[in-house]
């Protein structure tokens, strides 16, 4: 389902999603109002990407939104004045949620705005993203904590970690030759291109 947003005190315009080349939205998916989905992103049956409070919800180049992901925020906007506390900036734009590209969200991957998720970053299953920065290249191992931190480019996150300190991100391992999930990413993207790709002619 991809639809607009609905016009509100927090959400003066209504918004229709724009989706890029060889994207495919499943049709159990939703996507609604103000979302910037980039080329070749498969958004999986279940996922939710709700631009209806916080706004923009931007997914970048060759991402994967998985099943049951859930991409939203806090409202950035109030009778017509922005929240800003509730933005984050990435390349001088402001957005509620950006997702850089070659990103993966694995399975029922909670993404709450404010929130960044950089480039080339792998984000594990039932991981809680919430008011944080995170990296490029790095890899978030499945049912981990985010809230309130920065997570510096090429770490890594242990499973289970709730990491609400800005002292323990900043000790967060750095992933080495021989971290076992190193290349994890590189796979998933793979996997999840070509079905972006496959599903989209199917349905033509």
Known sequence: MIEKNVKTDFSSKISEPVIGTGTFVHPLAAVIGNVILGNNVMVAPTASVRGDEGQPLHVGDDSNVQDGVVIHALETELDGKPVDKNLMEVDGKKYAVYVGSRVSLAHQVHIHGPAVVMDDTFVGMKVLVFKS??????????????????VDDGRYVPAGSVI????????????????????????????????AKGYSAAAK
């Open 133 to 150: 920065f995170i990296g490029k290249n790095c890899v978030i191992e499945p049912g981990v904590i985010l809230m309130g931190v920065k």
């Open 164 to 195: 609400k300190r800005q002292l323990d991100a900043d000790a967060l391992p750095v992933i080495t030759p021989d971290y076992p999930l190193k290349d994890m990413n590189k796979g998933v993207l793979h996997v999840n291109k070509a079905l």
